[in-house]
Structure formats: structure tokens, C-alpha cells
């Protein structure tokens, strides 16, 4: 199995009231990013790391993404769950282990769309 080894990196700018994003998914750019990642960052929690999943729609799925599974109106985070050793659907009450077979649709992020997820 071949996984495929990305990050997403949240870069805000004050100034316009906005965020950009940032993929690195080759060895040069991800050592180059966390070589830098103090002076572009500064918060080390707006990087999140890919799955190796995509949704339903065929969007990669990033930790800190928001999503609904099987078209349903509760919000799920993914999230990065220690004691599954993997990623993990989570709300407030529980947690699932992430899989192919979740029907996942990616509807935001913390990052851009934190109201999402209160």
C-alpha cells in the first residue's frame, strides 16, 4: 500500500481578514516547511495532516476537517485519536475510527469554518 504523505498548512494574513492554504506533499517541500514553520506559522495547531482517505465527493479528508456522514445533519471533526493509533470521526459525545466505508462529506474546516463545529 502506497500512502500518500501530505500536510495543510494554514497561513492567515491580519491585514486582509483571511486565510490561505498551503499544500506540501513532496520530500523537498515538507522538509522546507517544517523548517520554517515558526517564522510562517507561528501556531503549530493550523497544520493537519491527510488522511490518506477522500470523501464521498473525492476531496482529500485532513484532520480538522468538518464533515456529515451518511447525509445526516450532525457535524463530525476529524481528528487524530491516539487510542486507535488513526483518525477518528468526533463530536462532543463520541468517537469512530475513520475508514473507507464512512460515508464522509467534507463540509469545512476549524481553520475557516470553526461556527461549524460549536
Same mark, same amino acid.
Given at each position: 500500500?502506497?500512502?500518500?504523505?501530505?500536510?495543510?498548512?494554514?497561513?492567515?494574513?491580519?491585514?486582509?481578514?483571511?486565510?490561505? =492554504?498551503?499544500?506540501?506533499?513532496?520530500?523537498?517541500?515538507?522538509?522546507?516547511?517544517?523548517?520554517?514553520?515558526?517564522?510562517?506559522?507561528?501556531?503549530?495547531?493550523?497544520?493537519? =495532516?491527510?488522511?490518506?482517505?477522500?470523501?464521498?465527493?473525492?476531496?482529500?479528508?485532513?484532520?480538522?476537517?468538518?464533515?456529515?456522514?451518511?447525509? &445526516?445533519?450532525?457535524?463530525? =471533526?476529524?481528528?487524530?485519536? =491516539?487510542?486507535?493509533?488513526?483518525?477518528?470521526?468526533?463530536? &462532543?459525545?463520541?468517537?469512530?475510527?475513520?475508514?473507507?466505508?464512512?460515508?464522509?462529506?467534507?463540509?469545512?474546516?476549524?481553520?475557516?469554518?470553526?461556527?461549524?463545529? &460549536?
Amino acid at each position: 500500500m502506497n500512502r500518500v504523505i501530505k500536510f495543510r498548512a494554514w497561513l492567515s494574513d491580519s491585514k486582509n481578514n483571511s486565510n490561505q =492554504q498551503m499544500i506540501f506533499s513532496d520530500n523537498v517541500g515538507l522538509s522546507c516547511f517544517f523548517d520554517n514553520i515558526s517564522s510562517w506559522l507561528g501556531d503549530v495547531n493550523k497544520i493537519s =495532516q491527510f488522511s490518506g482517505l477522500t470523501d464521498k465527493n473525492g476531496t482529500d479528508i485532513y484532520e480538522g476537517d468538518i464533515c456529515i456522514v451518511n447525509k &445526516k445533519s450532525q457535524k463530525w =471533526q476529524i481528528k487524530w485519536f =491516539q487510542p486507535y493509533c488513526g483518525f477518528c470521526l468526533e463530536n &462532543k459525545e463520541e468517537a469512530y475510527p475513520l475508514n473507507e466505508s464512512n460515508d464522509i462529506e467534507i463540509i469545512g474546516n476549524i481553520f475557516e469554518n470553526p461556527e461549524l463545529i &460549536k
